[in-house]
């Protein structure tokens, strides 16, 4: 009974949408955008990468493409339903999305990118050399990621912590609270980052720095959404990226930071519900 009631439920869906994290934030964090997606999504989230030891960080984050296409081949045989496949990412998701994409292109049929950092031109040799120095560590956030605090005492208001903290200020409070359950957890009297830090550092310093080499290799229908004050997808960055790839269209939002879909869940999850029924109708 129970197996064919997963069934039925699955049958309902019309694709599945794999959802990638930005830097720092496991996938529950997005709880609130996840819960405000079309019933018709299957919806699949790796938690945390660059934690599994079979898909150690490396430059240019190439193991992490691998790590994103393995999780989603193997939640595809569980579903047992061959449903199209939509990736979404935030930040640093959204570009492991693209890299995806360009390496399989017949295993997906949408792409969705939120903010991602693109170097692109004459930064993409600054950066190649500066992963050579600690230099990578001040034109990144590494630097800062490396000496962040990680661990409170338990009766902490984290929510109100992270609240005044510069990336968190423009949040959706609820969006704030996922986090905090996401990423930290309770351990003899204290309130612990589980969201290693070392690997979140060492994700900013291996950046991309070679996307130009995977241009015209997109075929997937895909978008672009940038914050209206992102401070990361910024214009002279995005422009040769999407000069590169003829399938991407771009859409810069009326409002919001390099964080918007943790400001705006809501609102970027009915967009996202758009996007995807635009996917569904070209097929």
């Known amino acids: 009974m129970q197996q064919s009631e997963a069934q039925n439920k699955t049958s309902d869906k019309k694709l599945i949408l794999h959802f990638a994290h930005a830097n720092g934030f496991p996938a529950s964090s997005y709880t609130k955008l996840f819960a405000n997606l079309s019933d018709n999504i299957e919806l699949i989230a790796l938690d945390k990468f660059a934690h599994n030891p079979e898909f150690i960080l490396n430059n240019n984050w190439e193991n992490q493409v691998n790590e994103l296409i393995q999780y989603v081949q193997i939640k595809q045989a569980a579903i047992g339903v061959n449903l199209p496949v939509v990736l979404v990412g935030h930040s640093f998701g959204a570009v492991i999305s693209y890299l995806a994409c360009c390496k399989k292109p017949a295993m997906f049929c949408g792409l969705i990118m939120l903010d991602p950092p693109l170097i692109t031109g004459l930064a993409g040799w600054i950066f190649k050399f500066a992963k050579k120095s600690i230099f990578i560590d001040k034109i990144t956030p590494a630097g800062k990621t490396k000496m962040r605090n990680t661990k409170w005492h338990h009766k902490t208001d984290l929510v109100q912590y992270f609240k005044n903290r510069a990336l968190f200020k423009n949040m959706d409070v609820d969006c704030i609270a996922d986090y905090v ?55 002279k960055l995005r422009n040769h990226f999407i000069k590169g790839n003829a399938a991407i269209t771009h859409e810069s939002l009326d409002f919001g930071g390099h964080m918007f879909p943790l400001e705006r869940p809501i609102q970027i999850a009915s967009r996202i519900n758009t996007l995807i029924a635009g996917f569904l109708a070209q097929r």
């Open 181 to 235: 359950n996401a990423a930290t957890r309770e351990h003899q009297g204290q309130r612990l980052l589980h969201f290693d830090v070392q690997v979140e550092a060492d994700i900013f310093r291996t950046i991309p720095d070679n996307l130009h080499k995977h241009y015209g290799k997109l075929q997937t229908p895909s978008y672009l959404l940038t914050g209206k004050h992102t401070d990361v997808c910024i214009p």
